[in-house]
C-alpha cells in the first residue's frame, strides 16, 4: 500500500488490506480479506490513532512520515491492544523518539506485558480530553467492545468517532475506503459475520456503549476494519444497534449432522414443509461442510433455528457439538428453535442437543422428534408439526 487518503481536513486513513491471512485470530476464514484501518491527525499535535498488524505493515511508517512532512509524531492513541491494531506499537515507540502513548490503565498493563514499555505513558480515563489545536479529543471507555481495555476516542471538532472493532467488517477496502464509494452488497454479509464472530458474544456490552454515545453527534465512524463511514452513518449504527439487540429476519436456518444421508433428508424434508407453510428465506447447512463462521453468520441473521444430528457414538455428532459450544459461548439469544435427528442403534444426538437448550435457555417451539433408521413417509410426517408451529412463530 502507498496511499493515505484524507477523511476531514487534517485527518488521515492510512490503513492497509491484508490479503494473506487465512483465518481471523487463527479461526475465522477471510475468504475476502479484512483492512486494518490506522488514522493519523495532523494538527498543531500530531496523533496517531491505532497501527495494524505488524505482519500487515509493509511501508506503513513511511506513510505516517510522508504525511508528517518533517514533523515529529506527538501521540499514539491505542484504542485497542489486539495484536491487529497493536502490532506496529514497538515499532512506533521506537521509531519516534518521545511518542506519548495513550491509554488506560487496563491498556499499559497490556502494553508492559506486551513490550516492557513503561514510560511516555499518557493515562486517560472515561471522558477525559486530549487537545491537539485544532481538534479536541474525548475518550470514552468502552469495555469488552472487543477486549477489556477498549476504548474510543471522540473527536469533539469535527465530531469523528474512532471507534476501534465496532462498527467493523471483514473484507479488504478495494479502492473504496467510504461508505459513498462503495457498494455495500459486498459489505454487509461480511459486516453481519464480523460481528456475530467476533463482537456478537459481547452484545450487552455494544448496548452499554450506545447508551454512553447517546445524543453525541457523529458525523463520521472511522472504524478499524472496513469502510468509513462518512455519509450515513446511522446505518452501521442502525445495523449494530440491531445486531447486538439479537433482533433478527423472517428465515429458518437448518443446521444437520449426517454420516450416510439420513438426517440430511429430514432436514430437506423440513424445509419443503416450512416452504409449504410460507418461509422464504430457508438456509440449509451441512455442519461437515459449511464453515462455523458462516453458519453463526446465518444463525445470527434469521430468527429460526432447526438443528439436526445423527447418533454419533452415543452422543451427537462432534461438529453438531462444537457449534453448540460455540453458540453456547456466544450467548445465543432470541431464537425459535427446533431440534431433530436419526439413530440405528440407541440414540444420542437429539438427546444431547436437549442440554444444549438447557445451557441457552432457549424454548423449542415443539418436541423434537427422532427418526430410528431410514425416513420414509410415515416416519416424516412427524415433522410436519415442527414446520408449521416454526413458520407460524417466525412470522409473529
Ligand atoms: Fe480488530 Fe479486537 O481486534
Given amino acids: 500500500m502507498y496511499y493515505t487518503v484524507p477523511v476531514v481536513g487534517k485527518v488521515h486513513w492510512i490503513g492497509v488490506n491484508d490479503r494473506r491471512k487465512r483465518l481471523f485470530e487463527n479461526m475465522w476464514p477471510l475468504d475476502r480479506g ?8 495532523v494538527d498543531d499535535k500530531t496523533a496517531l490513532v491505532d497501527t495494524i498488524e505488524d505482519r500487515a505493515a509493509g511501508n506503513y511508517i513511511e506513510r505516517i512520515e510522508k504525511l508528517l512532512n518533517g514533523r515529529t509524531l506527538d501521540y499514539l492513541i491505542i484504542n485497542h491492544m489486539e495484536p491487529d491494531h497493536s502490532g506496529e506499537i514497538k515499532a512506533i515507540f521506537d521509531h519516534f523518539k518521545g511518542v506519548k502513548l495513550v491509554g488506560n490503565s487496563k491498556t499499559f498493563k497490556m502494553v508492559e506485558a506486551y513490550w516492557g514499555i513503561k514510560e511516555n505513558l499518557h493515562v486517560v480515563d472515561d471522558g477525559d480530553m486530549l487537545d491537539l489545536g485544532h481538534h479536541k479529543l474525548k475518550f470514552v471507555m468502552t469495555p469488552w467492545v472487543h477486549w477489556p481495555e477498549t476504548m474510543m476516542t471522540y473527536d469533539t471538532t469535527d465530531q469523528i468517532l474512532f471507534s476501534g472493532d465496532a ?19 459486498f459489505f454487509e454479509e461480511e459486516m453481519r459475520r464480523y460481528y456475530s464472530n467476533i463482537v456478537g458474544k459481547y452484545s450487552n456490552m455494544v448496548q452499554k456503549a450506545f447508551a454512553k454515545l447517546k445524543g453525541v453527534p457523529v458525523k463520521v465512524i472511522a472504524a478499524t476494519h472496513g469502510p468509513v463511514w462518512r455519509s450515513n452513518p446511522s446505518k452501521v449504527l442502525d445495523l449494530y444497534d440491531k445486531w447486538s439487540r439479537y433482533e433478527a429476519e423472517e428465515g429458518v436456518v437448518i443446521v444437520f449432522a449426517s454420516m450416510y444421508g439420513n438426517t440430511e433428508e429430514i432436514a430437506d424434508y423440513i424445509g ?10 430457508i438456509r ?5 461442510r459449511t464453515h462455523i463462521s458462516h453458519l453463526i453468520n446465518e444463525i445470527w441473521k434469521y430468527k429460526g433455528l432447526i438443528l439436526g444430528s445423527c447418533a454419533y457414538n452415543s452422543q451427537m455428532f462432534p461438529l453438531m457439538e462444537q457449534l453448540t459450544r460455540e453458540l453456547t459461548h456466544m450467548g445465543i439469544k432470541n431464537k425459535q428453535l427446533g431440534l431433530f435427528g436419526s439413530y440405528s442403534w440407541n440414540g444420542g444426538g437429539v438427546k444431547n442437543l436437549m442440554k444444549f437448550i438447557e445451557e441457552t435457555e432457549l ?13 420414509n413417509e410415515e416416519k416424516l410426517a412427524q415433522y410436519d408439526v415442527l414446520a408449521k408451529v416454526m413458520a407460524e412463530k417466525i412470522k409473529q
Fill in 363 to 375: 424454548e423449542l417451539v415443539t418436541e423434537p422428534c427422532e427418526v430410528y433408521g431410514k425416513p
Fill in 167 to 185: 462498527f467493523g467488517s471483514f473484507g479488504t477496502l478495494d479502492g473504496g475506503i467510504f461508505d459513498d464509494e462503495i457498494n455495500f452488497d
Fill in 272 to 281: 419443503r414443509k416450512l416452504c409449504e407453510n410460507g418461509v422464504k428465506n
Fill in 34 to 41: 479484512v483492512s486494518y484501518n490506522s488514522y493519523l491527525i
Fill in 284 to 288: 440449509i447447512h451441512d455442519v461437515s
